[in-house]
């Protein structure tokens, strides 16, 4: 077997209303004043005054700062470290999508450390340590709080990542109560990012492990049979909880062995576009695996099962195709628009696009296939 390296979060607490025990987690970590990081739309609904009262009534004083945005630009970052500056905070707790996790990890590193926000990005840039951690996911998706990465728009139309092992939460906690709310679309389109993480973890060239490999087919197990209840019947807690653990399932194995082409082909459209995250991916995936079908057509056999939901017969070619038209009609019934054309894309940027996606080297290396500008084209083509 060839070496590998798997990291992964300390401890991870999952059950109903362990969001509302949240005090006795920072008893643990000595946090009396956390930063409490989430988004104004969460605060609207409802969803975190329980948990801000149940963690007053622990003696925990949280501080809230509720204006992260959807792919959050750096300047919200700074303001949340702010806040943690003036009002003296000892520890981080998000509660929130993607997005609300990934600021308050950046934010726990400037807080403990001596680094600006510039020079944490890039691999292995974070030096010193961060305040305590603890990561709630309300979407079933991104899998960030058991992910060492944080990602933040820099500009117009760019992203950039902080990636290091000390981006790693204390605690996540996996609450499927907070996500009984979250609206069909969302939950289609998180639940599909969920569902990329796991097929790219297992097809992932370079840093493919067992223990990836058992953590994805698992997570694609969770996710592929419940998303369609967990988009249709929203109050399903069983599908709520088999999506939330499917996404940090799928989210430790692609910390392991990284995502490739279908995320590097959909990061140009979130950036160009604002699609979100998972919509984006939901987008290219299926013209991104026929492109890999040749190459990968053993691994991505192995999924097929998995993914259709029965016993698929054949060679690993029909395996595969069996896989793709399943993962397309998936994608119909969590009623996701299946073109680029459908989601507003203009046809006379499909070049621009393809030359963006070259951009992300750091994620084509990972894919079973070598990705070029003409094979990118032709990706976007077919998913026009
Ligand atoms: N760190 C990582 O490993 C990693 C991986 C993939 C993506 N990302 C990043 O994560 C971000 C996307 O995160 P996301 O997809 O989780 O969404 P998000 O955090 O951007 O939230 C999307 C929307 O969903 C709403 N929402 C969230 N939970 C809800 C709930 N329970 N009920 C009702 N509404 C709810 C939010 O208010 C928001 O309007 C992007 O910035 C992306 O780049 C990070
Ligand atoms: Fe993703």
């Known amino acids: 077997m060839d070496s590998f390296v798997f990291n992964t979060v300390a401890s991870i607490v999952s059950g109903a209303g362990s969001a509302l025990e949240l005090a006795g987690q920072c008893e643990s970590l000595g946090i009396k004043r956390p930063l409490l990081v989430t988004d104004p739309g ?9 948990v801000r009262t149940a963690l007053a009534g622990g003696d925990v004083e949280p501080v809230m700062f509720d204006q992260v945005r959807e792919d959050p630009p ?22 929130g999508g993607g997005s609300s996790m990934d600021v308050a990890k950046v934010a726990a590193v400037l807080l403990g450390g001596d680094q600006s926000l510039d020079q944490l990005y890039g691999v292995d840039q974070v030096v010193g340590g961060r305040l305590p951690l603890i990561l709630v996911p309300t ?7 058991v992910t060492p990465v944080a990602v933040i728009t820099t500009g117009e139309t760019t992203k950039a990542g902080v990636s ?16 009984l709310g979250l609206p069909p679309a969302i939950t289609a389109m998180t639940g599909v990012d969920a569902m990329v993480h796991a097929v790219e973890a297992y097809t992932s060239r370079h840093k493919k492990n067992p223990l990836s490999d058992n953590l994805a087919r698992q997570a694609l197990q969770l996710l592929a049979t419940s998303i369609r209840a967990a988009v249709h019947d929203g109050g399903n807690r069983e599908a709520r909880s088999n999506m939330l653990l ?6 430790q194995a ?19 576009y604002h699609i979100p995250h998972g919509l984006s991916n939901s987008l290219v995936l299926p013209s991104v695996l026929e492109l890999n079908a040749a190459s990968a057509s053993d691994l ?44 507003k894309v203009a046809e006379s940027d499909l070049e621009m696009l393809a030359r963006d996606a070259m951009l992300q080297q750091r994620l084509l290396i990972n894919n079973p296939r070598d990705v070029n500008y003409e094979d990118a084209l032709s990706i976007y083509t077919a998913a026009y």
């Open 42 to 50: 969460l605060v609207a609904i409802g969803l975190i005054e329980p």
């Open 74 to 95: 750096e300047h919200i970052v700074l303001q949340a470290v702010q806040l943690g500056v003036d009002r003296q905070v000892d520890g981080v707790i998000a509660v």
């Open 139 to 145: 979407t079933a998706g991104t899998g960030s709080e």
């Open 164 to 179: 290091s092992k000390i981006l790693l939460p204390d605690v996540a906690v996996l609450d499927a109560d907070l996500t």
């Open 246 to 251: 499917g996404a940090l399932l799928a989210g």
């Open 254 to 272: 692609f910390a392991n062995a990284p995502v490739a082409a279908v995320h590097a082909l959909a990061y140009p459209l979130g950036g160009h």
């Open 300 to 343: 991505y056999a192995e999924l097929a099962e998995i993914v259709v939901g029965e016993t698929v017969v054949g060679s690993n070619e029909a395996k595969t195709a069996a896989l793709i038209n399943a993962l397309r009609q998936l994608i119909d019934d969590v009623s996701l628009p299946a073109t680029l054309r459908e989601a």
